[in-house]
């Protein structure tokens, strides 16, 4: 993985540091900023692959930085964020996260997730045997060029909610299970993957559909899953 640069967004020096020697000893190339403004500069001098981004900082907090990042950048975001900070993950998932680590962490947990959300990123949407071009009605997907066009708009999606979308429409009509999506997706089991992935759906029918609240495409089947419509 040494041809990654991952970007350490955190007011507290031991923590970046502690993560520039995780990061370090998988090859990764690490650059490290002190809050949300710092971390938007470097973002516009280097090229970034992923970026861990803690919640609470001064300045420019990891919710605000988030959104500021989304408007221009697809690149994955993984929040850092303490236990106690429940509605700052779902937030941060709201706004285009694709992940959260919970402090104090695991150092072999944040480095699987990290290679995960970087396989995803460099790897998006690659699945065997896979057409290169699906359409759904006026909803449509092109593998090869990452793109989903809905109502002759291209559609801007995070990694996640590309790879969402990729594997309903995949399979039209076919219902999928929260704990599916969060497998397939994510590569990982699923442990109270709920809000992770509610929000995620929600934030793909705020994009995909012209009524959010009466979807066309993206459908839920109570106490089952989702589905995309034949």
Do not use: C
């Amino acid at each position: 993985m040494n041809s990654f640069t991952i970007l350490v967004v955190d007011d507290e020096k031991e923590i970046r540091d502690a993560i520039d020697i995780y990061l370090k000893n998988e090859g990764i190339t690490v650059l490290k900023a002190k809050d949300g403004i710092e971390a938007l500069e470097k973002l516009n001098e280097e090229k970034v692959h992923l970026i861990l981004l803690d919640v609470m900082m001064p300045r420019l907090d990891g919710i605000t930085t988030t959104f500021k990042i989304r408007e221009q950048k697809n690149i994955p975001i993984i929040i850092l964020s303490a236990k106690s900070e429940d509605t700052d993950k779902i937030l941060g998932l709201q706004v285009g996260a694709d992940d959260y680590v919970t402090k104090p962490f695991n150092p072999l947990e944040l480095i699987a997730r990290v290679k995960s959300q970087l396989r995803r990123y460099v790897n998006l949407g690659t699945y065997e045997g896979a057409n290169q071009l699906i359409n759904l009605n006026g909803l449509t997907l092109d593998q090869e060029s990452k793109e989903v066009t809905a109502h002759g708009e291209v559609v801007k999606l995070t990694p996640i909610e590309y790879k969402i979308v990729e594997l309903l429409m995949k399979y039209p009509g076919r219902v999928f299970s929260i704990n599916d999506i969060y497998e397939r997706v994510w590569n990982e089991p699923s442990y109270n993957a709920e809000n992770t992935v509610a929000v995620h759906i929600r934030k793909i029918r705020e994009k995909i559909e012209i009524d959010p609240k009466n979807p066309r495409y993206l459908k839920v089947v109570w106490g089952v899953g989702y589905k995309m419509e034949k």
